[in-house]
Each structure stands twice: as C-alpha cells, then as structure tokens.
C-alpha cells in the first residue's frame, strides 16, 4: 500500500477557512482517484469531494464553499474549505487510488485529520 499523511486540520471559528494537505508517498505510476471523505462522531464516513483527471465532484451540501486540487506531480492532494460551520466537524480522511510502479492497483486511506468548528 501506498501510504498517504493528511495535515492542516484543527480548531477553527465558524466562518473560517482551512487547508487540508494529504502528502502521497512510494513508487506510484499513476493515480486515478484522489479524494476526501468525512467522518462525524455517531455518523458514518461521507464523500466530500473527488478529483479525478480535471473532473472534480463534490457533496451537495458542501458545494461552493470547497475545492479540492491537487499537486503538479500527483503527490499531493488539498481542500480548502472556506465558511466552515459547525455541521462541519468531523475527521477528514484523504484517498487515492492508482497504480505503482509495478503495475500493481492501490488503494489507500489516510489515518485521517481532525476538523473541529466552533466558537
């Protein structure tokens, strides 16, 4: 597996902005997916956003205050999330698929950031 180490998350007052990183490392071909999904406490783990080529996807509900992109070499992955409210709390996991450099498919999680929005 190709491991994968997400920064950038912590406290924030509503109405701010973060920045998420998630750093890819290993011999890796290629990547198909990047991604980001979240956690909340007592609820299940939900897309935010994808990346994929020049096509990006994001959750409904979070459309217009996210962009997710990604680093020239494909090693690394962002979401800026801006007028962030409290519903946003939660542990945000970064994902990528792909090949390594053996040809071999991947896909990895990482150990996740957490993202807390409050006064």
């Known amino acids: 597996q190709v491991p994968l180490v997400e920064s950038g998350g912590g406290l924030v007052q509503p109405g701010g902005s973060l920045r998420l990183s998630c750093a890819v490392s290993g011999s890796i071909f290629g990547v198909n997916i990047m991604g980001w999904y979240r956690q909340a406490p007592g609820k299940q783990r939900e897309l935010v956003a994808t990346?994929?080529?020049?096509?990006?996807t994001y959750a409904d509900s979070l459309k217009g205050r996210l962009t997710i992109s990604r680093g020239n070499a494909a090693t690394m992955v962002y979401l800026q999330m801006n007028n962030l409210l409290p519903d946003d709390t939660a542990v945000y996991y970064c994902?990528?698929?792909?090949?390594?450099?053996?040809?071999?498919?991947?896909?990895?999680w990482g150990q996740g950031t957490q993202v807390t929005v409050s006064s």
């Open positions: 994902t990528v698929n792909g090949f390594l450099s053996n040809g071999r498919p991947f896909n990895s």
């Open positions: 990346l994929s080529g020049v096509t990006t």
